[in-house]
């Protein structure tokens, strides 16, 4: 018997294949949860036409239990927490300045590791896709800084979990709110060692698309991570055994501008029930916009705004006070700089032109049938005159007033 009238046969997404399909899929985040839940392997991650990865059932396999609707998180939705706490904060630590913002989940997986526990982050694999890893060393650690505007795939991961908790180690994920909804979902209990920390998310793009957009630019050469933050603040950057290989302002990349104008997200992301100020994680974590520099004695870089959801978010939070500066906040101003504490990213209104599109000319060839490249050529002529020294500036404006007086 399916819970919720959980399961039905469909092959909307999936061409000439038909399917158990275990919720809406534009609500379905790609969490995994059914997949990590199924002891029949019945179920496979797989990508629909557009590169967004989906549970797929296998009908022949699946035996009807139930269980992986009753661990989706659209179907059981975890306890939301409204923020009782908010901070500034960044590390001191030059090593530290690599982050994207002020280093609170680096500094956070540090303290986990410094108690033989295991952290569980993002990175790039040797194909160069985005999945989900465990560090349990200081080195490793290293490998999940800055921000990654994409999909990352889970996995396996909510059993590696499962099975470390079970021993008594501690453990610590930092994922969008969607996947930590499917975590919560997937053990249907709280464990006393795991701690979530979640991230103010935009959304996440298929990775097909990231892919499909480096080898265009890179001209097929083979890109193995891609970095969107750090010294280089809001460019693509795109390396090749470490060697950097491609990089341009994020308002001038076809895909960072069709990330930041809301064009590329996964269907669900535009629904999403965790862009809100109640959150699913213990702990959240966002680039803290428009803080009054004095806040924080002037510092230059860019602070971290850490909301504190629960009591182990506020014990987390302890365990770092001594090694950053920081200061406490009000939730308002954390809200006034990061709209999606409020309301999930607005679709672009090309976006159904960009799917149809897609699906006959890939991602750059989608992109041009969009407004996309008009707006790249604004920010382009933008950049270019706030590059002009200022001086300069100043007189070539004093001399056309001049010439424009003269013919008055």
């Known amino acids: 018997m399916f819970p919720f009238g959980g399961i039905t046969s469909k092959n909307r997404f999936f061409k000439g294949v038909s399917s158990l399909i275990i919720c809406e899929l534009d609500k379905c985040s790609g969490c995994c949860a059914c997949y990590n839940a199924c002891k029949h392997q019945a179920i496979t991650m797989t990508e629909d036409q557009w590169g967004c990865i989906y549970p797929l059932v296998d009908e022949k396999h699946c035996t009807r239990c139930g269980v992986c609707a009753e661990v989706c998180p659209e179907h059981n939705r975890p306890n939301l927490n409204t923020p009782v706490k908010c901070y500034a904060m960044y590390s001191p630590y030059k090593k530290d300045m690599a982050s994207s913002s002020g280093g609170a989940a680096t500094v956070l997986g540090r303290c986990v590791i410094q108690k033989n526990g295991v952290v569980f982050g993002t990175v790039y694999d040797k194909e160069g896709t985005l999945v989900y890893n465990s560090a349990k060393t200081e080195p490793e650690l290293e490998q999940f800084r800055g921000s990654k505007y994409v999909y990352a795939y889970l996995g396996r991961t909510y059993q590696q979990i499962h099975e470390l908790l079970s021993n008594g180690v501690t453990c610590l994920i930092v994922a969008t709110p969607c996947h930590i909804a499917g975590l919560r979902a997937f053990f249907r209990k ?43 603040n809001y460019y693509l950057s795109a390396y090749e055994r470490n060697k950097k290989i491609y990089s341009k302002r994020g308002d001038e990349d076809a895909y960072f501008s069709a990330f930041m ?21 213990d702990l959240t974590i966002g680039d803290f916009w428009g803080l009054d520099k004095d806040t924080l004695d002037g510092y230059p870089g860019k602070p971290s705004v850490i909301l504190v959801n629960t009591e182990k978010g506020d014990r987390m939070l302890s365990w770092i006070e001594d090694v950053v500066v920081m ?16 309301a999930p990213t607005t679709r672009h209104p090309h976006r159904e032109v960009f799917r149809s599109s897609y699906l006959q000319n890939g991602f750059s060839g989608a992109i041009r049938d969009t407004d996309i490249p008009d707006k790249m050529r604004v920010a382009k002529m933008r950049n270019m005159i706030i590059r002009v020294p200022r001086y300069i500036r100043n007189r070539r404006i004093k001399r056309k007033i001049q010439t424009f007086m003269r013919q008055e």
């Open 190 to 232: 709280d464990w006393p060692n795991l701690y979530t920390l979640d991230l103010i998310c935009h959304g996440t793009p298929p990775m097909r698309y990231l892919r499909q957009h480096t080898e265009n630019v890179t001209h097929s050469r083979r890109v193995n991570r891609v970095t969107f933050r750090g010294i280089n």
């Open 261 to 281: 104008n809301g064009l590329t997200f996964r269907e669900n992301c535009y629904q999403c029930p965790y862009a809100q100020i109640q959150r699913v994680g």
């Open 327 to 342: 200061k406490q906040s009000v939730v308002d101003k954390a809200i006034q700089g990061n709209s999606q504490l409020i």
